[in-house]
């Protein structure tokens, strides 16, 4: 997918919406698209920022879980 300047632009935007939902609890990719009414690609590329910079962690994906969880780190 070309990401175009625009949806480059609001990567920060997403992150600190991204941050906000995860400071409360962990979700997976699809959730966190659901609850900021954008595309899962959008979220993983400010996901990818987030976690590069150590804000967010995965959780343990278990047997039965399809999607990794993320929380936000406390800093």
Do not use: Q
């Not at 997918?1 to 699809?30: D, N, Y």
């Amino acid at each position: 997918m070309k990401w175009s300047g625009e949806r480059l632009r609001r990567v920060p935007l997403r992150e600190t919406r991204i941050l906000e939902l995860l400071r409360r609890e962990a979700r997976s990719v699809p959730e966190m698209a659901e609850a900021l009414g954008v595309s899962p690609e959008e979220v993983m590329l400010a996901l990818s920022g987030l976690l590069r910079t150590g804000k967010v962690e995965p959780l343990p994906k278990g047997r039965r879980e399809r999607y990794f969880r993320y929380r936000a780190r406390n800093a």
